[in-house]
């Protein structure tokens, strides 16, 4: 009532007031109410979940130990447990559940699971995986709850979909941006039929081209020089989020995390590495640039 009320006086402040008015109305509104409350019972169950020294799974570790693929799945997962990466029983879950090797040929898949990360043949051209360490961080940060919209930006085999199809749930939605054109977005497609919340398209991943509306949980594998201020109309206030990579070209970047508060974004470093920079729009190059 106070928004339809509101006689300004024509200056520029009138534009400021109407904005913070509207804010207001928008954090007080029935789905943002909604919204907490989903993000309050997750936060709980994750801290519960955290508590537990021994977590029950519905993969247990170590009854396939006849299969070497499963083994080294669940090596790495037992490492990551272990050091204390992985604390949340649902992204344990993703990790066991979803076989890199639906997606990935079987060096790639080795790679992987050693923490190895994918070196383009050109500086620019995005990785097709980074190590699972790095997942295991980059999702205990950005953890889509279910029923969540999801989406990963730069899609190289399909391995992080499948886990942000698992992590959202049936009720979820996973939205895949396959940056190197129809054919990859193709085999991309291909690989993620058996999962059906997912939508594969091709687009400019450092543009977030190809989003549509809000998201919960944004996914980026590769460095920025800055964090990309068009993604913000693209993450829900005041809990979506972005995880992604910020910093130079040659030396280790931050891992952040990024939200959308106040018509701004609010980054948190989560830890530093060094993985590949994108080219394109808002990225380092405009183009791939040979080694």
């Known amino acids: 009532e106070i928004i339809e009320k509101f006689r300004g006086q024509g200056r520029s402040v009138d534009r400021v007031f ?13 789905d943002m109410r909604r919204r907490l409350l989903q993000a309050a019972k997750r936060s709980k169950s994750e801290k519960t979940s955290t508590a537990t020294s021994s977590p029950t799974l519905e993969h247990p570790i170590g009854l396939n130990v006849k299969d070497e693929w499963i ?65 295991a961080i980059a999702f205990e940060a950005l953890m889509p709850g279910l029923g969540d919209r999801a989406a990963d930006l730069l899609a190289g085999r399909g391995y992080v979909a499948a886990l942000l199809s698992k992590l959202v749930g049936d009720d979820g939605e996973v939205t895949v941006v396959c940056p190197d054109g129809w054919w990859s977005r193709r085999k991309v497609a291909k690989a993620l039929k058996p999962y059906q919340n997912v939508r594969v398209l091709s687009g400019r991943p450092t543009t ?84």
Not at 18 to 30: I, W, Y
Not at 247 to 263: A, F, K
């Open 18 to 30: 109407e904005k913070s008015l509207a804010n207001q109305e928008k954090l007080v509104s029935d």
């Open 208 to 291: 977030c081209d190809g989003l549509e509306g809000q998201y919960d949980a944004i996914w980026f594998g590769g460095a920025f020089p800055r964090a990309p201020k068009t993604v913000r109309h693209h993450l829900r206030e005041p809990t979506g989020r972005m995880v992604t990579f910020v910093g130079p070209r040659i030396r280790p970047q931050d891992l952040v995390c990024l939200t959308h508060r106040d018509d701004d974004l609010q980054e948190r470093i989560i830890t530093r590495a060094r993985v590949p920079v994108v080219a394109g729009p808002n990225g380092w190059l405009s183009q791939p640039k040979a080694s």
């Open 71 to 135: 083994r080294l799945r669940e090596s790495s997962v037992r490492s990551l447990l272990e050091r204390g990466i992985l604390r949340t029983n649902r992204l344990v879950e993703a990790f066991l559940s979803v076989d890199p090797g639906e997606f990935m040929a079987d060096d790639e898949v080795r790679e992987l699971l050693h923490n190895h990360h994918h070196d383009p043949e050109a500086e620019g051209e995005p990785p097709a995986w980074l190590g699972i360490d790095l997942y």
